[in-house]
């Protein structure tokens, strides 16, 4: 009998993201061993160098979210092992992870971008520096962590607040209409879902901890011709950023305009049974087995 194939499952890290990575492993290494895998498991820290070279795997499943992660620092340890790897590879996760490079490159596109200003806090504090409502946010996170709506004087000191470890944020207009997220998994296969989040947006509470009360729309309530756009759209800007495996790419459709602006691309996308993609996939006919077999597929021979 042909010997199990030996996949490294790293997830944990270092980054806000740490409790959302935990969570995604457990479902990732579950289906692994139903798929019949060797499965290592390894709560990645700056060990991870050692650890590749220790077991020897045949392939490495990245359940990291975040910061070193998913911002190619990662990436370029793997790399440096020549282990084959999940999902997108070094320059591409730079490029997603930092939303003001990767605004660069949409622009480019002629994707249409909110308005934003790459600034600082100290150059914010006590100027208008856009209209309100904007949306301050990092330039380089993820999960919503550090993303506020500034409705206000008070909004803008707590957000201020919030994220006041960070040199450099971003502030965005503020657009207002349906939040419509779009998954590109298994070969340029698409599928979108509209988001009702339980809170003002789609905030960290939101994503994981609703009780429930976010919805998940598939398919979108937008038109078919809309489904197909956006869902292409999606596509361009995963192959824009040279984006391998799975990602989700973010949108805002416009109420008044009807036009889809992006937000951002995840390279590294929520993998619980229950998250976005794997929801996806699954309405579409790809269970969660089936969709954890294409990665690592994927992984191993289109690199
Ligand atoms: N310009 C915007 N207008 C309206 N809502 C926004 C805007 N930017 C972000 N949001 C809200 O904040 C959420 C998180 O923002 P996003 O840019 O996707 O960052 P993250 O990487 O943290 O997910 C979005 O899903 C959306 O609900
Ligand atoms: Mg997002």
Redesign the pocket.
Same mark, same amino acid.
């Given at each position: 009998m042909k010997s199990k194939k030996r996949v490294m499952l790293i997830y944990g890290g270092i980054s806000s993201e740490r409790e959302i990575s935990i969570i995604s492993s457990i479902g990732i290494n579950e289906s692994l061993i139903r798929n019949n895998y060797e499965v290592i498991k390894i709560d990645a820290d700056e060990n991870l160098e050692k650890e590749i070279k220790k077991y020897k795997p045949d392939v490495i499943f990245n359940a990291l979210h975040g910061t070193w992660g998913e911002d190619g620092k990662v990436q370029k340890i793997i790399e440096s092992t020549n282990v084959p790897y999940t999902n997108s590879g070094i320059k591409a996760s730079e490029l997603a992870m930092d &939303?003001h490079k990767s605004s660069e490159v949409f622009t480019k596109m002629n994707l249409c971008y909110?308005n934003?200003k790459l600034t600082s806090l100290k150059l914010i504090e006590g100027k208008d520096i856009m209209n309100y409502p904007? !949306?301050l &946010?990092?330039r380089n996170? #993820?999960?919503?962590? #550090? !993303?506020g =709506?500034i409705k206000n004087d008070d909004d803008k000191e707590k957000y201020i607040d919030l994220n006041k470890e960070r040199d450099e944020i971003l502030i965005? +207009? /503020?657009? *207002?209409?349906k +939040?419509i997220?779009v998954a590109i998994y298994g070969d340029n296969k698409t599928g979108s879902i509209e988001?009702d989040?339980k809170n003002e /947006?789609? *905030?960290y509470e939101? &994503?994981y901890f609703d009780n429930g009360e976010t919805k998940h729309i598939i398919p979108p309530r937008i038109t078919e011709d809309q489904i197909v756009f956006v869902e292409n759209l999606a596509l361009k800007a995963h192959n824009a950023l040279g984006c391998k495996g799975i990602s989700r790419t *973010?949108f =805002?459709l416009e109420k008044d305009s009807g036009i889809f602006?992006i937000?951002?691309v995840?390279t590294q996308p929520g993998m619980t049974p229950t998250s976005l993609v794997p929801e996806i996939a699954k309405s579409k006919g790809t269970d969660f087995d089936e969709l954890i077999n294409w990665i690592i597929d994927d992984a191993s021979t289109n690199r």
């Open positions: &939303k909110p934003t904007y !949306v &946010k990092p996170e #993820g999960s919503s962590v #550090g !993303v =709506i965005q +207009e /503020f657009i *207002d209409g +939040e997220q988001i989040p /947006f789609y *905030d939101s &994503k *973010d =805002i602006y937000l951002e995840n």
